[in-house]
């Protein structure tokens, strides 16, 4: 049952994942990344007790509300990246696959590695390790830099939950998400600040 | 009472209150006050002895318990707290005359008492979720609201983030080496995995083009003081590594690692230096090359290395701090750092122009100056493990020293008959004064910061014995 719902978090994260690297819409973002926290504490259930690994979706949740309320009181409109190149679908589409047959090669290897953390957690992790990393690569717009960046160390809590059970490194993590969401924050009420000055 | 308590979580409360003060000056005297006080108390009040005070006993544990883990202030850390805290003094000291001192005050000792929290949590390795908050906090100290952040931040953010997990995953497999010494496979792969989590903290080539973008985007005032703390931290944190783990400690790869590492840090640091046209770049560029001398002193078999590791640190933190101070006051009169505007502006601010000068040469290794006697120290050395490698440590000098030079010739370059205009302030001149002459007294008098630094290999149990 419970490697049931493992695959169903996997599956969840490849659709999360592609999704923020495909979608332009700042709400969408903000909703797959907030899907993807489920995804991740249902990773982190088999590892964790149910009362630790909800501080990770809590967290995630907060952090992805803090981004949604942020960018949703900015003036400006969403920067599609149109001068960003490679900006094609098409493009992202094969660079996810590329990710996805890195990570289908790596799994068995890491899994192994991690103690035999289990070839769901494993796969999951390293997809959101990967995706995120390939997100880094994509953007230089905030918004998308810190969903990159929450995004990568959500794999990497992810696979760390299963070597590391300590309270105050998970609290420790999640005060990390937290200010991430905030500095991501501040960082765009910085960016917007040259937009209002000159409207 | 506890040192943890005394040394991380008091400062992180009162940094808290000083948000509230908005005086440049108060906050400059209050935050050097307490840095200073927070110095004297970890250089000269003993931790886990009792002392009596009058008809009172105290003693200052040395740790203090959260969640199940402990925050640990050695009894042989003081020197080393005393370090941190006084040199962070000199950029809370320095902040006024910056216009600085309401961000870099507060959010500056909060950083430098998580660093200090970094040095204490047990198990060590757990440091880098402390650096990674100091490193969120940095963020804020940078930037302002008001002005939308560079490239340089952005890459900052990414940089010293993706080190973290890194760091991470490699205690935890150093912890499997330890118990099967005979897995190469794992060893190397931990290895690679710390290797990489340092590379990103330090900036090691070719990770730190962050360092050059923000030194122009930023006030370099703060960019210095983050350029001094995280990286001198980060490589106390690094050495626990060594100290730590006996199979790393011995491994000639490992030696092989630091050396190269280092010299490149060194060389492509200077002799970048040497043809940058912008005075913030090429303190940029110094800071790289100073951080790669640190990298190469770990390379030397460690009762010489650790020694010249802790020498260099206060030669980095005054350097630092008077360069980046000379550059902000410089800022202050011209549009850009640009040698084309920089031109000639030792006659509108003379200490800043002598003090960037010094600074240089500082960390060029010149005679006289702070820097050498560290410098020479691990050149002599180096020179005993391979020449080779000393000759590359002396061509990134000379890219350090030619930049200097040509500094000199940018800033005095001015038009004929054009007459001297002071225009710095009397804290500006005051500041920069006391920090060149102290450039002086450490490199006339090296054995003068011995008191706080000839008991600091004692912290690392294998290490520097």
Known sequence: MSLTFSWIAVVMIIITSIGLLLVRDWRSSIILLSVQYVAMFILCLQHWPLGMASVKVVAGWMSAAILGMTRSGLSILDIDEKNNWPRGRLFRIFAAGMVGIIVAGAAPGVNTIMADAGITVTVGGLLLIGMGLLHLGLTAHILRVTIGLMTVLSGFETLYATVEGSVLVAALLAVINLGLALVGSYLMLASNAKEVEST | MNAPTIWIIAPIAISILL?????????????????????????????????????????????????????????????????????????????????????????????????????????????????????????????????????????????????????????????????????????????????????????????????????????????????????????????????????????????????????????????????????????????????????????????????????????????????????????????????????????????????????????????????????????ENLSRVSINAALWMGIGIVGLLTSAFRSLAVISMAEEYTSWEPRESLTQMVMLGLGMIGLFILGLFPQTAQFLLSNLPAMFEHLGH
């Not at chain 2, 108390?41 to 002895?49: N, R």
């Not at chain 2, 906090?137 to 993706?162: C, E, H, N, W």
């Open chain 2, 19 to 379: 948000l509230l003060i908005s005086n440049q000056r108060v906050l400059s005297i209050l935050g050097g006050v307490i840095a200073v006080t927070l110095a004297l108390l970890a250089q000269f009040v003993p931790i886990e002895e009792a002392m009596l005070i009058g008809p009172l006993s105290l003693k200052i544990d040395s740790s203090l318990s959260i969640l199940g883990r402990a925050l640990i202030i050695q009894p042989a850390e003081g020197s080393l707290l005393a370090l941190i805290y006084g040199a962070a003094a000199l950029w809370f000291f320095g902040a006024e005359a910056s216009k600085t001192a309401t961000r870099i005050v507060p959010l500056g000792l909060i950083i430098t008492a998580l660093m200090v929290a970094s040095i204490a949590v047990q198990p060590f390795l757990f440091a880098a979720l402390f650096i990674e908050m100091a490193i969120l906090l940095a963020i804020p100290l940078m930037t302002s609201i008001d002005t939308p952040p560079g490239k340089g931040v952005i890459r900052f953010l990414i940089y010293q983030t993706l080190a973290m997990p890194f760091i991470l995953l490699a205690g935890w497999l150093l912890v499997g080496v330890e118990a099967s010494p005979g897995d190469l496979a794992l060893a190397a792969q931990s290895a690679s995995m710390l290797g990489l989590g340092f590379a990103f903290l330090l900036a090691i080539f070719p990770l730190y083009n962050w360092v050059p973008m923000l030194m122009e985007e930023t006030s370099p005032f703060i960019v210095g003081f983050l350029l001094w703390i995280l990286p001198t931290v980060t490589i106390i944190f690094g050495a626990g590594f060594l100290d730590r783990y006996a199979w790393l400690r011995s491994s000639p790869q490992l030696v092989t690692s630091f050396q190269f590492a280092g010299l490149l840090m060194v060389v492509t640091g200077g002799i970048f230096a040497a043809f940058q046209r912008h005075l913030g770049r090429i303190m940029a560029y110094g800071s790289i090359a100073e951080t790669g001398f640190s990298i190469l002193a770990l390379s030397l078999d460690s009762r010489l290395g650790i020694p010249i590791l802790f020498l260099l640190i206060p030669a980095r933190a005054l350097a630092l701090a008077v360069w980046s101070l000379s550059l902000t006051v410089i800022k202050e009169h011209i549009e850009t750092m640009r040698f084309g505007a920089s031109r000639g502006i030792l006659r509108i601010t003379p200490f800043a122009g002598v003090g960037i000068i010094l600074a240089t040469l500082s960390t060029s290794a010149f005679p006289l100056l702070a820097g050498f006697p560290a410098r020479l120290a691990l050149w």
